[in-house]
């Protein structure tokens, strides 16, 4: 049943636009860049190789016109530049690429190899304040959001009759979307292995699940689970924190004082809270407080329509997923008789989403 939509003080056009409005975020992170911009951006990378660094970069800038919601070319302008040890223009670029997108590209711009001579550079100070005044852009303004897990793209199937250790390949990660604006925000990037998030009852913190592989054979299972605490007005992660496995079910409960992990591995159940430097500590049972979310090797739990809140009176809920030949689990927001459905084409859940068979 869902739930009461509550009519708040910004309905109609300014709820759930479409096409979304200006504002932080992206338009859509699930749509696939379109083929003329990926073929350019690709041609351009061999000519990179070349040296050939304004070549390049005309095809990168081409690629960048074709869809500009591409965003991968302007890390590689950036890059282009600091080989020719053009370091303030590189700046310049890794700067507007974070206002674009902080998330994912706040770790692209720090791992990228073909930056690491501007890291010892005096311009670095520049790029470590735009790291730190973006992150606090991209956490502002998330206690109406929808806090999600969303597949980016097609996960790597896990074949249903065979046992043994599959490594998790599913390309999951955690996204806000912004009912006022029809932006979305990436969260995390864990390598695609989220597995399940849960929002803390203060609304400024998310527990994030994520997992290695899946155990299949006589006994089933989790393992390689970590948790970590996202902190979102600064956009800061704690550091993992490593769950005793293989698990059959782990579950995020709230209580009064804080998110309480319920671990049970078959034959023991137990209770941890998410303490200091990545530890698990032990917490007193939460088996009557409410389960945000819920993962086992089927994946996350169905979530059921549930009040966002905000201006917009936003009720959010799973819907699909109903099986192995149906259509993936996609959310649902209303906003009034406005509808907006996430997760298409590859899957989106409150909690999570089911693993793929």
């Known amino acids: 049943m869902i739930a009461p939509v509550v009519v708040g003080a910004v309905l109609g056009a300014a709820c759930l636009?479409?096409?979304?409005?200006?504002?932080?975020?992206?338009?859509?992170?699930?749509?696939?860049?379109?083929?003329?911009?990926?073929?350019?951006?690709?041609d351009a990378k061999?000519?990179?190789?070349?040296?050939?660094?304004?070549?390049?970069?005309?095809?990168?800038?081409?690629?960048?016109?074709?869809?500009?919601?591409?965003?991968?070319?302007?890390?590689?302008?950036?890059?282009?530049?600091?080989?020719?040890?053009?370091?303030?223009?590189?700046?310049?670029e890794v700067r507007g690429l974070l206002d674009r997108a902080y998330m994912p590209w706040s770790r692209e711009?720090?791992?990228?190899?073909?930056?690491?001579?501007?890291?010892?550079?005096?311009?670095?100070?520049?790029?470590?304040r735009a790291l730190a005044k973006a992150a606090e852009a991209w956490g502002a303004g998330l206690e109406d959001a929808v806090i999600f897990v969303g597949?980016?793209?097609?996960?790597?199937?896990?074949?249903?009759?065979?046992?043994?250790?599959?490594?998790?390949?599913?390309?999951?990660?955690?996204?806000?979307y912004l009912p006022q604006t029809g932006r979305f925000r990436q969260l995390t990037a864990e390598d695609g292995h989220v597995l399940a998030v849960a929002r803390s009852s203060d609304r400024r913190r998310l527990?994030?699940?994520?997992?290695?592989?899946?155990?299949?054979?006589?006994?089933?299972?989790?393992?390689?689970?970590?948790?970590?605490?996202?902190?979102?007005?600064t956009m800061s992660l704690s550091p993992p924190a490593s769950v005793p496995g293989p698990l059959e079910v782990l579950q995020v409960h709230q209580t009064?004082?804080?998110?309480?992990?319920?671990?049970?591995?078959?034959?023991?159940?137990?209770?941890?809270?998410?303490?200091?430097?990545?530890?698990?500590?032990?917490a007193r049972s939460a088996e009557r407080d409410l389960?945000?979310?819920?993962?086992?090797?089927?994946?996350?739990?169905?979530?059921?329509y549930r009040s966002i809140g905000g201006p917009c009176g936003v009720v959010a809920g799973d819907s699909g997923g109903a099986g192995r030949r149906g259509a993936p689990r996609v959310i649902e927001v209303r906003a009034g008789r406005q509808v907006r459905t996430l997760g298409i084409p590859f899957g989106a859940g409150l909690a999570g989403i089911p693993l793929p068979r």
């Open 17 to 42: 636009p479409s096409p979304p409005a200006p504002g932080v975020g992206v338009a859509d992170p699930f749509r696939p860049p379109a083929p003329e911009a990926t073929q350019l951006n690709a």
């Open 46 to 92: 061999v000519v990179y190789r070349q040296g050939k660094w304004d070549d390049a970069r005309a095809k990168y800038r081409a690629a960048e016109e074709a869809d500009p919601e591409f965003l991968a070319p302007r890390l590689n302008i950036a890059c282009s530049f600091v080989r020719q040890e053009r370091f303030d223009e590189a700046v310049a």
């Open 109 to 128: 711009v720090l791992e990228a190899a073909d930056l690491g001579a501007l890291k010892v550079q005096p311009q670095m100070a520049e790029v470590k």
């Open 151 to 176: 597949r980016l793209r097609e996960p790597l199937h896990i074949p249903p009759a065979s046992s043994g250790r599959f490594i998790l390949n599913l390309h999951q990660e955690v996204f806000a």
């Open 207 to 233: 527990l994030v699940v994520t997992a290695q592989t899946l155990i299949k054979g006589d006994k089933t299972g989790l393992d390689g689970v970590a948790v970590r605490e996202l902190t979102l007005s």
């Open 256 to 282: 009064l004082p804080g998110l309480v992990l319920e671990v049970n591995d078959g034959q023991t159940k137990r209770w941890f809270a998410l303490g200091n430097n990545g530890t698990l500590v032990p």
């Open 291 to 304: 389960v945000l979310a819920s993962l086992s090797p089927s994946g996350a739990n169905f979530v059921q």
